[in-house]
């Protein structure tokens, strides 16, 4: 593998600390990468820039990020190829976790692919085109809208995957977009080791459970971390920004490491530079009198506040 080696590798502080994903020895950095964005527009078809994707690959694992966070539906194929192109044979202690429960026709729209049929061809398809013999975490994202959950059983979803991790294909298992019912369900087929939902400083639907989960040990791991597809957009945040000399997007990352422990961050870029700035933010520091002010944001919004 080749990597920039004008990169030094950031200290494990530098790099928001460590959490180990429970029963797992699978222990991360908690400024993780998030290879969405590595695809074309709109998550599919391949990037404009092939080489650029590459690099931002192994600039993260050259600084230390030893958490990626994929899906084979990006692109499809696309992304998981890439990574593949840029980092196999994966370094040790690179921990690659990937997602189910969509896929992506031609017309690139988004289809939920939920059956046992369609879980069990999504395994193989990561694992041809990651290059492995088996995943180390695969979460089932639950059906409902891009942004939030709906109530209905998962438990055929979570058999399936429990019964590919009996056949030695899938290490351990996650959900995506569940709600507190349905991450409870999955518990009781299988060992549940994250979540991956929506929540940021504004949306913040999700502080109960993030709260339970802290307390379980289990790895909360926000999708659009900094608003997705409408990034966050607020005078106190930019306000807050400013007086710290970071970016609005730094301090919202940071206050996420600061919220709790289980949390890990996955934030995507397709640029080097902007892959930097975003690790940046472990290593800003917020005084209990900034976080009460970041506290506000979710108030003034309407959304949930811890």
């Known amino acids: 593998m080749s990597t920039n080696t004008t990169s030094s590798a950031l200290t494990d502080s530098a790099l928001g600390g460590r959490f180990t994903f429970p029963g797992t020895g699978l222990e991360v950095r908690r400024m993780g990468y998030g290879a969405m964005?590595?695809?074309?527009p709109g998550v599919f078809g391949p990037p404009k820039d092939r080489n650029a994707a590459i690099a931002v690959l192994r600039e993260a694992v050259a600084v230390g990020v030893n958490h990626i966070d994929t899906s084979d539906f990006y692109g499809p194929h696309v992304t998981n190829q890439i990574i593949r192109e840029a980092l196999h044979p994966y370094p040790a202690g690179l921990v690659i976790v990937t997602k189910l429960g969509a896929r992506r026709p031609p017309d690139g729209s988004w289809v939920p692919a939920q059956t046992p049929q369609d879980l069990i061809t999504g395994v193989h398809d990561?694992?041809?085109?990651?290059?492995?013999?088996?995943?180390?975490?695969?979460?089932?994202?639950?059906?409902?809208?891009?942004?939030?959950?709906?109530?209905?059983?998962?438990?055929?979803?979570?058999?399936?995957?429990?019964d590919l991790q009996r056949q030695g294909l899938v290490r351990h298992i996650g959900v995506s977009n569940v709600t507190p019912t349905q991450f409870a369900e999955a518990q009781t087929i299988a060992k549940i080791v994250c979540v991956q939902n929506h929540y940021?400083?504004?949306?913040?639907?999700?502080?109960?459970?993030?709260?339970?989960?802290?307390?379980?040990g289990i790895a909360y791991v926000p999708f659009f971390p900094l608003g997705g597809f409408t990034p966050l957009q607020s005078s106190i945040l930019s306000t807050v920004a400013g007086r710290l000399g970071a970016t609005p997007m730094q301090v919202a990352l940071a206050w996420l490491l600061h919220r709790s422990p289980n949390l890990l961050l996955i934030p995507g870029t397709s640029s080097v530079a902007h892959l930097r700035e975003n690790l940046a933010a472990a290593q800003l520091i917020l005084s209990p009198a900034i976080l009460a002010e970041l506290d506000?944001?979710?108030?003034?919004?309407?959304?949930?506040?811890?």
């Open 296 to 306: 506000g944001i979710a108030v003034a919004s309407g959304g949930a506040k811890h």
């Open 37 to 40: 964005q590595l695809a074309g």
């Open 200 to 216: 940021n400083l504004v949306q913040r639907q999700d502080d109960a459970l993030l709260d339970d989960l802290a307390r379980q």
């Open 126 to 162: 990561n694992l041809r085109n990651l290059g492995l013999d088996a995943l180390d975490i695969v979460n089932f994202r639950s059906t409902g809208s891009i942004h939030s959950p709906a109530e209905g059983s998962i438990a055929e979803q979570v058999a399936t995957l429990a």
